[in-house]
Structure formats: structure tokens, C-alpha cells
């Protein structure tokens, strides 16, 4: 602008210059010097012009290479931003290309995605779906992108999908098509995201409210029940004197007092389901309680049946009813002998756990720091419809006579009780594993004297 300025000034002047040269040319130089210097001064309004007129040219492509740069700025800025999307994102995120053979190839996924079909990006490009997927979920899933692609709209959908090496995902899709301006359909975009957790997590809270729904109504039961027993047992005691000297009332007396106390047993198993059985939680050396445990279990479950017991070292104490630890661990080992007839192997692991908040959470517990007690056999296994009633009172496999079905459920209600957590993970013919977690103690608890002796 100053430039400009300065080149106005300089044609004023010229002209004024002009002006004063012509009236003196007149009266001194005569006509030839006149137009000689009319000549001189166009050339100069002539150059002047030019370099007006670069100057201007000059600054609009300084306007344009600015803009240019604040273009390239802003795409890199974008391309960056869209990368770093595409690379950290945890959601899968693929783009396909419409092949005019009816398939579909992959033009890119994200790490997220290639790390479900183990393999690197570059190793997924460019191969279709039979490629990356067995042959049924690969039909089910290329119906869906024609449709996508035949209809040109957007499709949601849930699907489930095995991937590599053998697990069952369950995905949420949204698939969008890109449309050239000629209304052909080139590519798919998707964005998969993966909701099988989230899915065994509500079905965790459902299985947990249906089993805490279950212990309110067994455990009102069981302890009405239990009012009625103490009655029923009180009044036999004192029958039982009046009817000393005639036998056969004698025994039907006594018969019917160990009745009683067969029903006492299990309105306690009922409400140990119900967690509201008595315990006398105290700190115990685990141990020291698994070897006690290993060589119980090798006697009582027999030679078919191979024990091993892992302890890890610096085993942290857990606070708990000593009785009833044991009695967990011996219904589990029972429970794993039935699911091997034939024999097979019986893992005891005993470890220290520190679980994230996330796990915690998970798992329903408090705190962090806890002891696993985990039981794993190598027997038949449960299908997913009796691995889901599992715990529930009263529910068994086994034929009419052989068990109660209060086995499982006395562990899961004791465990509950003790501020713990249970799980079980079984598939048929692939054996069972039960994880207990119970709480660590506290330093300042002073350590169980039945504990401290083997």
C-alpha cells in the first residue's frame, strides 16, 4: 500500500513537472524540445504504469500463496486430526470398496479392527470378506453391505461373529454408504463397535438381581420354617419322658426329633444361601489351610481323582469364617469329582488378586485387594442353560436322591456374606472353574489360632 503511495506521488509531481516544462519550453526551447520532453514524461507514465501494475500482481499472489499455505495448514491439520481418530479410537472402524464383481475389499481398517483378525493393517488391505471371516459369517455380513450398497441408506444393526481364534463376539454395526455424483455407491464406510462385554455385563446384573431376588424369598421362607422346627422340636423333647416306658412311641418320638434336625440342616443351608446364616469371620492363614485341604481332598475324592494344590508365595490372610472356607473348597472338590467319573484332575490355586476399580465393579466388591481361591477340574463340563442356574437353591443334574442342589448355593451365599465374589466359567467337555475372592485381612486383625496350627 505504502508502495502504491509513493508511485501517486511521484505521477503528481511528474505531472505538475510537465506542466511547468511546457510553459517554459515556449518561450525558450521551441516546438522539437517540447515534444521530445512529452515523449520523455509518457515513458515515464508508461513505466509507472508497469510498475503499478506488478506491484499490484505481486501482492495478489502473496494474497493467493498466503491462503494456499493456510489451506495446506488447515488440510494437513485435518488429515492429522482424522489419522489420529482412525489410529486411537477403540471403536473398529473399516472402509470397503464396492467391487463390480458383487464383493466387497477392504480399503482400510483401523488398529483396533486388525487387531481382532490378527493381523497388521497393511495385511488386511485390499482382501475380501471370505478372506478375513469363515464362510457363514462372511455370506451373513456381504448380504448386509449389498444391502447397503443396492439401497443407498445407511443400515444399524447387532450381529454376532466368531473371529480368530475361535471367540464369539457380538458387534453393533452402523454401515453408510459413500455415493459418487453419478449415484453409484463406491464405498461403505463402518463403524463396529464391540458389545459383547457390555451384553455379559447386563447379564451379570440381571443374573445377580435374579439370584438376589431368590435369596430374599429362601431366606423369608427358610427362617419362618426354621420358627416353626424349634417349635415342632421343643414339644417333641418334651413328649419324649412321657412316652419312656412304651418303646415303639419312644422311637417314633426320637424318629421324628432327627427329622426335625434334618430339617434344621437344611433351613441352615437355605439361609446360608440367603446370607444370613451366623458366621464367626476371623483372619486365616490360607496357607497352611490348603495344605490341610490337599491332603483331606486326596483321601476323600480317591486315586481316579489327581489333586494339585498351588499356593503362591507371601499369601496374604483373609478374614472369613474358618468352617465355612473349608466346606466351600470340600462342596466345590465333591461337586468336581461327580463331573469326572471316569477320574481326571483337580487344580487348587491359591493367590493374591489386586483388582482394578473396573474389575471391582465388575465383580460387585469393595476394595481392591483380595485372595482367589480357585478351583478348576478337568471333568465334562455344564451346557450355558445349567451354567446359568448354577447357584440357584434346590437346582441339580444329578439324578432324584443323589444331591440336594444346596451345594453351589451355600458357597455362593456364604461368599456374598463374606463381602466376596464367585464366579464360575464351564463348557461342556471342557471342564469347570470356580474363582472365590474373599477380602484381605486387615494388619491391625490379629491372625485365627485355629489357623496357626496344621
Known sequence: MGLRLNIATAAALALVFLGLAIGYGYTRWGATRIIALTLAFVAMVALVGVITALVQANERLGRVGKEAARSREERNTSLALTEALFTHIPDYLLMLNVEPDDRFSVADVNPALAKVFHRSRAAVRGKTLDVLLDPGAAERVTNRYRRVRDSGEPYLYR??????????????????????????????????????????????????????????????????????????????ELLLPAVQNDPAATRRVEHAILGADRAAQLTAQLLAFARRQPLTPEVIDLSLLALEMSDLLKRTLGDPIVVETEVAPDLWPTLADTAQVESAILNLALNARAAMPEGGKLNLRFENAILSPAEAADLELEGLDFVMIDVGDTGEGMTPEVLNRAFEPFFTTKPAGKGTGLGLSMVYGFVRQSKGAVRIESRLDAGTRVRIWLPRAKPSEPASAASATV
Not at 173 to 183: H, Q, V
Not at 198 to 226: K, P
Open 159 to 236: 450381529g454376532q461373529i466368531t473371529v480368530p481364534p475361535n471367540d464369539r463376539r457380538t458387534w453393533e454395526s452402523m454401515l453408510a454408504p459413500i455415493i459418487e455424483p453419478d449415484g453409484a455407491v463406491t464405498r461403505i464406510v463402518g463403524v463396529i463397535r464391540d458389545v459383547t462385554e457390555q451384553i455379559r455385563a447386563e447379564e451379570r446384573l440381571r443374573e445377580s438381581q435374579r439370584m438376589e431376588a431368590i435369596g430374599q424369598l429362601t431366606g423369608g421362607v427358610a427362617h419362618d420354617f426354621n420358627n416353626l422346627l424349634q417349635v415342632i422340636r421343643g414339644n417333641l
